[in-house]
Structures are given as structure tokens and as C-alpha cells.
């Protein structure tokens, strides 16, 4: 137990306490620590910064830390011990791997690029040095050298970057805690306690990082350093994931579901015939049609959008805020009386407008019928309005999907801003404003925010189908790992690897590389609210079904119970399997096959792999096909559009 230990319970209540007792529980003074003391203080915690963004070396070493890496390492050398081909899963799993840093390396990229192009946040940026009692004298001391249980002085101005306990206050001291969502100006007491329950921003006797001095000097003792305050903690509370990466988990937790119902099941027939299940093959399945990276693409793609927009000078604060964006169902701007205003229609896209306006009810009743949306008055409960629309917006779900979208420009309307979805200011806005605000226009003009939803809903549209071709490729494989087992067969493990690992993933991430589609504004605001809906599963049923009736009548007409045929047969099945994620890839694309450049190159080096494959012996050897000829062929990339044709006859109808 070393001397600062003490120092490390930083969770008290210290609102609760008096000042007596915080001193106490700090072992520190009004008259401030010893200047030998604040600096063993200052090695033993560290300096006062923030921790910066996780550094590509740690990005780097992620999968040396990962379990799963050692899983499938040893299942590798277990089955390669075996005569398996265990170099197969570590070749994909270092592939996979070297995509996951890529991505994750390029979103660092991305994330830097969209913060050094955006405005600043958070423009209260305290000063480098503060003022600090140290051995019963006040002296200037670097603000990244702050301690617990310094005591810090505070004049008109000063923005701290710590948490203080306030010890002494002048009488005429006002705090400004817009910046954390508080009061405006708000008073501050020494003497005050309060109940051990009572939410940050409305104790009177503590001042927190981020606020700002308005009147008056303090004298407080520091309770919490860099990361540990209530600033920090009010960031991450504001940077929750994304509705669609929720979704994401959850489809991931339905894979990992079905790949152990189908290793079992498969267990099960093997177990039947008397015969011992591959291994190689059950290890492959999970290889192939686990969503390897789905989440970084995720990230990634709303990053891409947040740099699309920020070319047009909108800035978008966090990538979670592009998702909300997606589902906004209503737009409620905050308006004075003598202003004057021009809407986009939005009602194609699912979308009303609806005002609040700085006036009584009868004028805003008049207001609504000349500018034609429906508007409020400001002064009735605003906050219970913009939850009422918000319960309105999502009572047909079980899950509060839809948002609401709040325009404000004035400091009063900070509270609005954060209960709603998606809040919304300009640059001309104050900096506490904009603090608040979750997307940053370039100005007082409603005519950006069509431009804003567009690429909200492609950010979500190039994930859904993202989604949608992977989840119908592992559930193909699934399904087929299951029908060969109950029909006494083995379908080779390199031919589950090389379509689930690496042709499905080849043309699956270039449709996150697609420009925005502007017919997207003209759809309804159902199809952005969530991935999970019924015609998604329908859509993943009817691929599924497709896929698997085509390799089925490829393979059954092609064997018809010949053995001497069942080599040609099982080549053509796979020629199909691997032609089928193309074609669907093809007519799930929003643009043109041909403006993708690494769809084209994707589509090449499946085609080209699928010749080799087949044709070259060595490969052939490799993956158990044998050679097929020009008919042959032929009749197996024809029986692939299978998919292409029923999704075809999906979006017509």
C-alpha cells in the first residue's frame, strides 16, 4: 500500500460532504499543499490531459491481445496436425485480420481529417496556467500539473479543466454550465451539502470542467483530474453507438446462434449415418460466415459520410448523429414571430415540419396558417411537447426508432437541443449553442438540411445492404453445410472458405464506397428506422432460397445418382455458389456496376479465381473440382442470376 492510495477513491459524494470533510478525505488545507507534496501527488497520478485517441501501435497489437486470435490458431495447427487444411483458416484469419487494421487504421485517418475540417467544439478552451496555493502562497503553475487537493483560484473568465469542491466564494460569483447543458448563470455556495442522489449540474457547492467563471472569484479544491470529470463523462454519455451498430451486434449474436444450431444439427446427421462430422468443414463454416469486421466497416462508412458532408461546410459531431439523421420523421424549428421562412417539402420522404414559436398560442396559431405547418407556442412546456412527438413518432414500435429533429438559436434552447434526437444550430449560433448541437449548419438556412437526411439515409443504406448480401451468404453456406451432411456428402472446407471469407467480402465492401443516390430523399422514412424489419428478412429468405434452389437443380440434374458424375456435378455447384454472390451483389448496387472501380475489381478477382479454381489441376486438386466445359459453364453462371432476378422482381413490386 503505497502513500497516495487514498487518492485513488475518486467516486465520493463530495457534494454530500462539508468542507471540512473533503479537506479531510484529501489530506489537504486551505492553505494548499506543499509544493513536494503536489508533485509526488503528480507522479503518482499523472499529469492532468486527456488521454489521447487510441494510437495506431495499440490498433496494430488489437488482435495480439484478442483470445479468438489464439482459438483459431490453435484449431488451426490442431487440424492441420491432423491432414487438414488448417493453413486455410490461418491465411484467412491473417487476412482478415490485416483488413480489420486497414480499416480500423483508415478510420483514425478519416476521424482526424473530419476534426482538423469541422469548426471547434469546444471553443472554451481553458488557459494553459492557472493559480494555485502551494505552501500557503498563491503561484502559476500549468494547468496539466493540477492535483486532488490543490487549491485552485478562479477569477471572471477562468474556464477550469478540473472538478472543484468550492471552499470560499465571493458574494456577487456566477458559473455559467450551458457548456455541460445547466442554467446559464447559475450562483455557487461553500456551505451548501446536498442529498447524495442529487444530479451533477444541480449542486450549488461544485464547479465542473468545462463551465466558465461569469462574475465573482472562488476558491475550490480539486476532486477530479483529465478523464474522471463530470465534463468527460458528459462526452461519453453524448457519443452512444448508433441504432445500426445496436443492430449489427445483434445480427452477429443471431450468426453465432445459427453456427452452433447448425454445427449440432450437422452433428446430428453425421451421427445418424454413423459417420464422424469433418472438423475442417465445421471450423470453416464458422470462418466464412462469421461478419468479420462488420462493425469497423459500420464506423467507417458513417466517418465517410461525415466527410461528405463536411465538404459542403455541415458538420456532424459524432458518427452516431448521421444514424438519428436517417430516422428524423420530424423537424422543429424554434423561431421568433417576425421571421422569415422557407421549407423544403420533405413530405415525400416521410418527414413534417413542425414550429415553435416566441410567441402566444393565438399568435402561433396564426403563424401556422401562414406559413402552413403546424406551430406551437414556445412558452407552453416545450420539453413535454418534444417528447409527446416523440412518443407519437414511435408508438406503432416497440423501439423508440424515429427521431425528432430540434432547430434552436438561442442560449434558452440548449435544454430542447438535448432532449431531442438530433439537435441542430448554425455557425452564427454561440459557441455554448453549438456545444449542444449534434449537427453545426453553415448557416441560418433550412434548405441544408435535406442535403444533411440524404446522406443520413445513404450512410444507412449502404450499411443495410452490406448486411444484407453478408447475412445471405452465411446463411446460404449454413444451409448447404446442413443439406450436404443429410444427404451423406462433404462439401469441400476451401470452397465455404474462399465464397464466405473472400468473394463475399470482395463485393460486399465496395457498396460502402457508392455516392449518395438521390432517389433515397423520395423514400419513406420507414425503411431508414431499422434493418431488422420484416421485408429485410423477406428480402435474405427469398436470396437465400434462390441461391440454394439454383445450386440444388445445378448439382441433382447434373448427378442424377451417377457416381462417375459426382465430381462435375459438385464443380458446377460451386461455380454457381460463387457467380450467385456476384449477381446479387450487381443488383443490390445503387450506381452503375461500372462507376464502382473496386466492385469491378472485386467481380474480376472472383471470376477469375472461380476459372482457376476449376480449370488450372493444381487448384483443382486443391478445392476437389475438375474441369468443366463451355455448356457446362455456361448453364452454371446462368442458374447464379437466380438471385439477380428474384431481387429484380422485389424492387418492381
Same mark, same amino acid.
Given at each position: 500500500?503505497?502513500?497516495?492510495?487514498?487518492?485513488?477513491?475518486?467516486?465520493?459524494?463530495?457534494?454530500?460532504?462539508?468542507?471540512?470533510?473533503?479537506?479531510?478525505?484529501?489530506?489537504?488545507?486551505?492553505?494548499?499543499?506543499?509544493?513536494?507534496?503536489?508533485?509526488?501527488?503528480?507522479?503518482?497520478?499523472?499529469?492532468?490531459?486527456?488521454?489521447?485517441?487510441?494510437?495506431?501501435?495499440?490498433?496494430?497489437?488489437?488482435?495480439?491481445?484478442?483470445?479468438?486470435?489464439?482459438?483459431?490458431?490453435?484449431?488451426?495447427?490442431?487440424?492441420?496436425?491432423?491432414?487438414?487444411?488448417?493453413?486455410?483458416?490461418?491465411?484467412?484469419?491473417?487476412?482478415?485480420?490485416?483488413?480489420?487494421?486497414?480499416?480500423?487504421?483508415?478510420?483514425?485517418?478519416?476521424?482526424?481529417?473530419?476534426?482538423?475540417?469541422?469548426?471547434?467544439?469546444?471553443?472554451?478552451?481553458?488557459?494553459?496556467?492557472?493559480?494555485?496555493?502551494?505552501?500557503?502562497?498563491?503561484?502559476?503553475?500549468?494547468?496539466?500539473?493540477?492535483?486532488?487537493?490543490?487549491?485552485?483560484?478562479?477569477?471572471?473568465?477562468?474556464?477550469?479543466?478540473?472538478?472543484?469542491?468550492?471552499?470560499?466564494?465571493?458574494?456577487?460569483?456566477?458559473?455559467?454550465?450551458?457548456?455541460?447543458?445547466?442554467?446559464?448563470?447559475?450562483?455557487?455556495?461553500?456551505?451548501?451539502?446536498?442529498?447524495?442522489?442529487?444530479?451533477?449540474?444541480?449542486?450549488?457547492?461544485?464547479?465542473?470542467?468545462?463551465?466558465?467563471?461569469?462574475?465573482?472569484?472562488?476558491?475550490?479544491?480539486?476532486?477530479?483530474?483529465?478523464?474522471?470529470?463530470?465534463?468527460?463523462?458528459?462526452?461519453?454519455?453524448?457519443?452512444?453507438?448508433?441504432?445500426?451498430?445496436?443492430?449489427?451486434?445483434?445480427?452477429?449474436?443471431?450468426?453465432?446462434?445459427?453456427?452452433?444450431?447448425?454445427?449440432?444439427?450437422?452433428?446430428?446427421?453425421?451421427?445418424?449415418?454413423?459417420?464422424?462430422?469433418?472438423?475442417?468443414?465445421?471450423?470453416?463454416?464458422?470462418?466464412?460466415?462469421?461478419?468479420?469486421?462488420?462493425?469497423?466497416?459500420?464506423?467507417?462508412?458513417?466517418?465517410?459520410?461525415?466527410?461528405?458532408?463536411?465538404?459542403?461546410?455541415?458538420?456532424?459531431?459524432?458518427?452516431?448523429?448521421?444514424?438519428?439523421?436517417?430516422?428524423?420523421?420530424?423537424?422543429?424549428?424554434?423561431?421568433?414571430?417576425?421571421?422569415?421562412?422557407?421549407?423544403?417539402?420533405?413530405?415525400?420522404?416521410?418527414?413534417?415540419?413542425?414550429?415553435?414559436?416566441?410567441?402566444?398560442?393565438?399568435?402561433?396559431?396564426?403563424?401556422?396558417?401562414?406559413?402552413?405547418?403546424?406551430?406551437?407556442?414556445?412558452?407552453?412546456?416545450?420539453?413535454?411537447?418534444?417528447?409527446?412527438?416523440?412518443?407519437?413518432?414511435?408508438?406503432?414500435?416497440?423501439?423508440?426508432?424515429?427521431?425528432?429533429?430540434?432547430?434552436?438559436?438561442?442560449?434558452?434552447?440548449?435544454?430542447?437541443?438535448?432532449?431531442?434526437?438530433?439537435?441542430?444550430?448554425?455557425?452564427?449560433?454561440?459557441?455554448?449553442?453549438?456545444?449542444?448541437?449534434?449537427?453545426?449548419?453553415?448557416?441560418?438556412?433550412?434548405?441544408?438540411?435535406?442535403?444533411?437526411?440524404?446522406?443520413?439515409?445513404?450512410?444507412?443504406?449502404?450499411?443495410?445492404?452490406?448486411?444484407?448480401?453478408?447475412?445471405?451468404?452465411?446463411?446460404?453456406?449454413?444451409?448447404?453445410?446442413?443439406?450436404?451432411?443429410?444427404?451423406?456428402?462433404?462439401?469441400?472446407?476451401?470452397?465455404?472458405?474462399?465464397?464466405?471469407?473472400?468473394?463475399?467480402?470482395?463485393?460486399?465492401?465496395?457498396?460502402?464506397?457508392?455516392?449518395?443516390?438521390?432517389?433515397?430523399?423520395?423514400?419513406?422514412?420507414?425503411?431508414?428506422?431499422?434493418?431488422?424489419?420484416? %421485408? $429485410?428478412?423477406?428480402? #435474405? &429468405?427469398?436470396?437465400?432460397?434462390? +441461391? /440454394?434452389?439454383? @445450386?440444388?437443380? =445445378?448439382?441433382?440434374?447434373?448427378?442424377?445418382?451417377?457416381?462417375?458424375?459426382?465430381?462435375?456435378?459438385?464443380?458446377?455447384?460451386?461455380?454457381?455458389?460463387?457467380?450467385?454472390?456476384?449477381?446479387?451483389?450487381?443488383?443490390?448496387?445503387?450506381?452503375?456496376?461500372? %462507376? $464502382?472501380?473496386?466492385? #469491378? &475489381?472485386?467481380?474480376?478477382?472472383? +471470376? /477469375?479465381?472461380? @476459372?482457376?479454381? =476449376?480449370?488450372?489441376?493444381?487448384?483443382?486438386?486443391?478445392?476437389?473440382?475438375?474441369?468443366?466445359?463451355?455448356?457446362?459453364?455456361?448453364?452454371?453462371?446462368?442458374?447464379?442470376?437466380?438471385?439477380?432476378?428474384?431481387?429484380?422482381?422485389?424492387?418492381?413490386?
Amino acid at each position: 500500500m503505497t502513500k497516495f492510495d487514498f487518492l485513488s477513491d475518486i467516486q465520493k459524494p463530495w457534494h454530500y460532504m462539508d468542507v471540512e470533510q473533503v479537506l479531510a478525505a484529501l489530506e489537504s488545507s486551505m492553505e494548499g499543499l506543499s509544493y513536494v507534496n503536489a508533485r509526488q501527488r503528480l507522479r503518482h497520478l499523472g499529469a492532468n490531459k486527456l488521454p489521447r485517441s487510441r494510437p495506431i501501435g495499440k490498433v496494430l497489437l488489437q488482435p495480439l491481445i484478442n483470445p479468438l486470435t489464439y482459438l483459431l490458431l490453435g484449431s488451426a495447427i490442431y487440424l492441420q496436425w491432423n491432414r487438414a487444411e488448417g493453413w486455410a483458416l490461418i491465411s484467412v484469419g491473417i487476412l482478415h485480420s490485416l483488413a480489420g487494421l486497414v480499416i480500423s487504421i483508415w478510420s483514425i485517418k478519416t476521424k482526424e481529417k473530419v476534426s482538423r475540417d469541422r469548426p471547434q467544439r469546444r471553443q472554451n478552451t481553458p488557459s494553459n496556467s492557472v493559480i494555485v496555493l502551494r505552501d500557503c502562497e498563491e503561484m502559476e503553475v500549468p494547468s496539466r500539473d493540477l492535483v486532488l487537493g490543490d487549491i485552485l483560484v478562479l477569477r471572471e473568465g477562468d474556464r477550469p479543466n478540473v472538478d472543484l469542491r468550492v471552499l470560499e466564494t465571493s458574494e456577487d460569483l456566477l458559473v455559467n454550465q450551458t457548456n455541460l447543458g445547466g442554467e446559464a448563470i447559475c450562483a455557487k455556495r461553500a456551505e451548501l451539502t446536498f442529498e447524495e442522489k442529487t444530479p451533477p449540474l444541480e449542486c450549488s457547492n461544485m464547479i465542473y470542467a468545462g463551465t466558465e467563471i461569469s462574475t465573482g472569484t472562488v476558491k475550490g479544491i480539486v476532486i477530479a483530474t483529465s478523464r474522471f470529470t463530470q465534463e468527460q463523462a458528459a462526452l461519453i454519455k453524448e457519443k452512444p453507438f448508433s441504432v445500426i451498430h445496436s443492430e449489427l451486434r445483434q445480427l452477429r449474436q443471431v450468426w453465432i446462434g445459427m453456427l452452433l444450431l447448425v454445427t449440432t444439427t450437422a452433428v446430428g446427421f453425421a451421427w445418424q449415418r454413423g459417420i464422424t462430422i469433418n472438423a475442417m468443414t465445421a471450423a470453416a463454416l464458422i470462418v466464412s460466415t462469421y461478419p468479420q469486421n462488420l462493425l469497423r466497416i459500420a464506423t467507417q462508412v458513417q466517418l465517410l459520410g461525415m466527410c461528405d458532408l463536411a465538404k459542403q461546410r455541415i458538420w456532424v459531431r459524432f458518427p452516431s448523429v448521421l444514424d438519428a439523421i436517417a430516422r428524423v420523421t420530424k423537424i422543429v424549428p424554434i423561431v421568433e414571430s417576425d421571421v422569415v421562412l422557407s421549407f423544403d417539402n420533405l413530405s415525400r420522404a416521410g418527414i413534417e415540419w413542425r414550429g415553435l414559436i416566441r410567441a402566444s398560442e393565438d399568435d402561433a396559431v396564426a403563424f401556422s396558417e401562414v406559413i402552413g405547418i403546424e406551430t406551437y407556442s414556445y412558452f407552453d412546456a416545450p420539453q413535454a411537447r418534444i417528447r409527446q412527438w416523440q412518443r407519437e413518432a414511435s408508438k406503432s414500435s416497440q423501439k423508440p426508432l424515429k427521431a425528432v429533429a430540434v432547430i434552436g438559436n438561442d442560449i434558452e434552447d440548449i435544454p430542447l437541443l438535448r432532449a431531442a434526437d438530433v439537435g441542430i444550430c448554425d455557425r452564427t449560433c454561440r459557441k455554448e449553442l453549438q456545444d449542444s448541437s449534434a449537427l453545426i449548419l453553415p448557416k441560418e438556412d433550412f434548405h441544408y438540411l435535406p442535403i444533411a437526411i440524404l446522406e443520413g439515409r445513404a450512410t444507412f443504406d449502404r450499411l443495410q445492404r452490406i448486411a444484407l448480401l453478408t447475412a445471405t451468404s452465411s446463411f446460404t453456406l449454413a444451409v448447404l453445410t446442413l443439406m450436404d451432411t443429410a444427404a451423406g456428402f462433404s462439401i469441400p472446407p476451401l470452397q465455404l472458405i474462399w465464397v464466405g471469407a473472400i468473394a463475399t467480402p470482395l463485393v460486399a465492401f465496395p457498396l460502402a464506397l457508392e455516392p449518395t443516390h438521390e432517389s433515397l430523399l423520395s423514400q419513406p422514412a420507414h425503411r431508414f428506422q431499422t434493418m431488422l424489419r420484416p %421485408s $429485410n428478412y423477406l428480402r #435474405i &429468405l427469398l436470396a437465400v432460397t434462390a +441461391t /440454394i434452389t439454383a @445450386i440444388s437443380l =445445378v448439382f441433382w440434374l447434373k448427378y442424377q445418382g451417377q457416381p462417375s458424375l459426382f465430381s462435375q456435378a459438385r464443380s458446377m455447384a460451386f461455380v454457381t455458389l460463387g457467380f450467385s454472390q456476384v449477381f446479387h451483389a450487381c443488383v443490390i448496387a445503387r450506381q452503375s456496376v461500372f %462507376s $464502382n472501380l473496386p466492385l #469491378i &475489381l472485386g467481380i474480376s478477382f472472383i +471470376t /477469375i479465381g472461380q @476459372i482457376a479454381f =476449376v480449370q488450372a489441376p493444381w487448384f483443382g486438386d486443391l478445392m476437389s473440382t475438375v474441369p468443366l466445359n463451355g455448356i457446362e459453364w455456361m448453364i452454371s453462371i446462368l442458374s447464379a442470376t437466380a438471385v439477380f432476378w428474384v431481387q429484380e422482381l422485389i424492387k418492381t413490386s
